[in-house]
């Protein structure tokens, strides 16, 4: 689903912000978006809980490189809110909003929401055909002050369940690579438990802490932009595969802290506990899950604002280090070669993702214009599956005369597979021996162009069609690159 993610969420200063009244009108009330770890921007009516994140120190930091003309922060300070973009504003029924309403007074909100992705491979790959998945998701968020007295914090939970086939594995011939966002890593499940955390403030809330299960790529290495499209949301791939970084609808056991030093800057750290991402399907059985080792993910962010039209960016530099030891990817070598397995190995993960606005299209809100982003992946070669990745691409909005709302988005992605799995291989490949199911040749490296066109067709609704063209299949030159033509449908009760 779709990210509004508190780390780029609490975007608000250490003085007093300007009510942002323009991203209110252009964008609906921005609560209880799906896949939120904070669920109302600063600027949301009947607010109940704070989700702003003060900054220690009232200045700049690397903004402070730049002139007065340039920093918009030294003008004011803004109060934007980067939500997820590719929402449609509104709600089916609003029918239910006075009850919506009278439940956020009292300290609960929710969202229910439909996403539905239907891929049909139309030339290329090993066949012709179309494959369905969807996602239901029930998101809930306690004020556990107005509930029971607690100031200050809420519990946040999500309920999910996902069905349907990939069509990567189907018609496209790609294991590795998922061409369709909302596809299970860990099989159907009717009532998946994905998040359940608390969330505190302290410090006169200059430090926020999250604790409890929670998807590991909604907090780290992620934006609404990258969500935007269907193969990153909600993190690049090389992030996605690896056992450490969970994705939904995988959660584990950690927590997180973030602290802004100034008010352009922002640093978290967090720890989570490690399994396989196939494992305990359900999301309930927390007794049996099995952890391999320990998560450690740190990350700074810049978040300037440029000249007089505030045009923000997100410039992101992470690390991350798993504990595990994972097996070395050379896997069976033939007998007698020189060449032999290593014992297992951690994984560190590096990774530097940046966003930049370009124009504005009305409005004052982070999503009011067009974006380019970019972002550079590279995690330990020989226990990963992708070690090295690559993406750049654009997210721009009201392209169209009198189409204000749209955003078209377009991303190209180069992924190396690891050295070591091609060496081992190889090594097969020339000894006879069986590569294993799904591999045609050592496997090297893949790209893949995405192109979307977003439409909010009524409140609540948005309908994006979809286009993919994969080369290399399978990350070998046996299979004829393919094209792949679909929808999604986003529905928000």
Aim: proline share 6%.
């Amino acid at each position: 689903m779709c990210v509004v993610v508190s780390f780029y969420c609490n975007l608000s200063w250490a003085r007093k912000p300007v009510p942002d009244h323009a991203a209110r009108t252009q964008s609906g009330l921005l609560v209880s978006q799906p896949h939120a770890e904070v669920r109302e921007t600063p600027a949301a009516p009947h607010a109940s809980v704070s989700t702003r994140l003060n900054s220690i120190f009232r200045t700049e930091g690397l903004s402070i490189l730049l002139t007065n003309r340039e920093d918009a922060l030294r003008v004011r300070d803004l109060s934007a809110g980067y939500y997820a973009s590719s929402e449609a504003p509104g709600h089916i029924l609003p029918q239910i909003g006075a009850l919506r309403s009278r439940l956020q007074n009292r300290g609960v909100t929710f969202a229910f929401t439909y996403k539905g992705e239907a891929m049909a491979d139309v030339g290329g790959g090993i066949s012709r055909g179309m494959d369905y998945v969807h996602e239901l998701t029930l998101q809930t968020q306690f004020d556990l002050g107005r509930l029971f007295g607690f100031t200050g914090w809420t519990v946040h939970t999500l309920l999910m369940e996902r069905v349907g086939r990939e069509v990567s594995h189907d018609r496209v011939g790609d294991y590795n690579i998922s061409l369709m966002e909302v596809y299970s890593l860990s099989g159907h499940s009717v009532a998946h438990l994905t998040d359940m955390y608390a969330q505190k403030s302290f410090l006169h809330n200059t430090v926020d802490l999250a604790f409890g299960r929670m998807a590991l790529t909604h907090v780290f290495a992620t934006s609404p932009l990258l969500c935007s499209f269907m193969m990153t949301c909600s993190a690049p791939v090389a992030i996605k595969l690896d056992a450490g970084f969970s994705v939904y609808p995988k959660a584990t056991w950690g927590g997180r802290v973030r602290l802004r030093p100034t008010r352009d800057t922002l640093v978290q750290i967090g720890a989570y506990s490690v399994s396989p991402l196939n494992e305990d399907i359900s999301g309930w059985a927390w007794a049996g899950e099995k952890s391999t080792g320990l998560m450690i993910p740190v990350e700074f962010a810049w978040q300037p604002f440029f000249g007089p039209r505030k045009l923000p960016g997100h410039y992101v530099l992470g690390f991350a280090h798993d504990t595990t030891r994972y097996a070395d990817n050379i896997g069976d070598v033939p007998a007698g070669s020189a060449i032999r397995p290593h014992g297992g190995e951690a994984r560190d993960t590096f990774y530097l993702e940046a966003d930049q606005m370009l124009y504005r299209k009305g409005g004052a809100s982070q999503m009011a214009g067009g974006y380019v982003l970019a972002g550079y992946i590279h995690n330990t070669p020989d226990v990963s599956v992708i070690s090295d990745e690559f993406y750049v691409g654009s997210s721009l909005l009201g392209i169209i005369p009198h189409r204000p709302h749209d955003r078209f988005g377009v991303m190209y992605s180069y992924y190396r597979m690891s050295p070591r799995t091609e060496l081992g291989q190889q090594l097969r490949m020339d000894a006879g021996m069986a590569l294993g199911a799904h591999v045609n040749g050592p496997q090297t490296h893949a790209a893949v162009l995405e192109a979307y066109y977003g439409v909010p067709v009524y409140p609540g609704i948005l309908v994006q069609p979809e286009f993919q063209y994969m080369m290399r299949p399978g990350e070998t030159a046996h299979i004829p690159n393919a094209e792949v033509v679909g929808l999604k449908v986003i529905g928000t009760l």
